[in-house]
C-alpha cells in the first residue's frame, strides 16, 4: 500500500504529541523524510505545507522547518502568558498552586471535551499575582490521554500554561468571554465580595480533534483586557 501524505502528516503529530519532535525542534528535510516513508517527496510537501498552514510547524527557505514554539493559527492568535503580561505592566509576579488531583471527568466537561464516561483528567487550580495583589485565578482541566506527561510534570513552582505551550502544540482554539458573580471561593482568592460582576475567560485547545485543556481564567475586579490583531 503506498504512502498518502495524510500518512505522513498523520506520523508527524503523533511524533509531535509524543515529544520526539518537541517545540522548537528541526524536523528532517523533505527528502530525508520521503527516503525514511518510502514515498514521493512531492507527498511530503504536501503534508508539510497543511502543517505550516495548521500552524504547527514554521518553514523558511534554506532555515529548514520546525515545530513551532507557539503555534499561530491563521487568526494570529497565541496563548498569553499571565507571567509576561504583568512583568509588561511593570508589576512583580508570583504564583501558588492551590490544588491539584486526578479525577474522573465530569458530566459537564465529558461533553465539552468529547470525554468518555469514567476518563481520568487533571484537575489544577491557581492563583497569579501582580504586585502582591490577586491578579488571575485558573480553573484547568487537562486531558492525559493527549498530554501523557502532564501526569509527572510538577506544577508547584510555575504554572500549567507556559508548561503546556512549551510542551504540546495546538491546532484549534476556542475562546469565549463573559461576565460572572464571584462565588464564596472566588472572593477569597481575588480580594472581592460574593456577588461581584468578574471578568473571565474561558479557553479550550485542540489538536486534531482531540481536546488538550479548558481553562477558564477569572480576573480581579476592574480588570482591563487589551487586544491587537
Known amino acids: ?25 528541526l524536523l528532517p528535510n523533505e527528502i530525508d523524510l520521503a527516503e525514511s516513508y518510502g514515498c514521493a517527496r ?12 495548521e500552524g504547527i510547524v514554521e518553514r523558511k527557505r534554506k532555515a529548514g522547518t ?6 499561530i493559527r491563521q487568526a494570529r ?13 511593570g508589576a512583580e509576579y508570583r504564583y501558588a498552586l492551590v490544588d491539584r488531583k486526578m479525577q474522573e471527568v465530569p458530566d459537564w466537561l465529558r461533553g465539552r471535551l468529547e470525554l468518555t464516561a469514567g476518563q481520568q483528567v487533571l484537575h489544577l487550580v491557581c492563583m497569579h499575582y501582580a504586585g502582591g495583589m490577586p491578579y488571575q485565578h485558573e480553573d484547568r482541566w487537562i486531558n492525559p490521554e493527549v498530554v ?16 503546556l505551550v512549551a510542551e504540546l502544540p495546538f491546532s484549534n482554539a476556542e475562546i469565549a468571554f463573559s ?13 472581592c465580595s460574593t456577588g461581584d460582576a468578574l471578568f473571565r475567560t474561558e479557553r479550550t485547545t485542540w489538536l486534531q480533534g482531540k481536546a488538550i485543556t479548558l481553562v477558564r481564567l477569572t480576573y480581579r475586579r476592574g480588570h482591563r483586557m487589551t487586544t491587537q490583531y
Open 1 to 25: 500500500m503506498s504512502v498518502t501524505f495524510k500518512d505522513v502528516k498523520a506520523d508527524l503529530l503523533d511524533r509531535i504529541a509524543r515529544g520526539v519532535m518537541r517545540p522548537g525542534s
Open 42 to 53: 512531492a507527498t511530503v510537501n504536501r503534508a508539510m505545507r497543511e502543517l505550516a498552514e
Open 66 to 71: 520546525r515545530v513551532r514554539m507557539t503555534p
Open 77 to 89: 492568535f497565541s496563548i498569553p502568558i499571565v507571567r509576561e503580561e504583568i512583568a509588561a505592566q
Open 148 to 163: 501523557p506527561r502532564v501526569t509527572e510534570a510538577d506544577f508547584s513552582a510555575s504554572g500549567p500554561n507556559e508548561w
Open 179 to 191: 461576565a460572572v458573580e464571584a462565588d464564596r471561593d472566588l472572593a477569597d482568592h481575588l480580594g
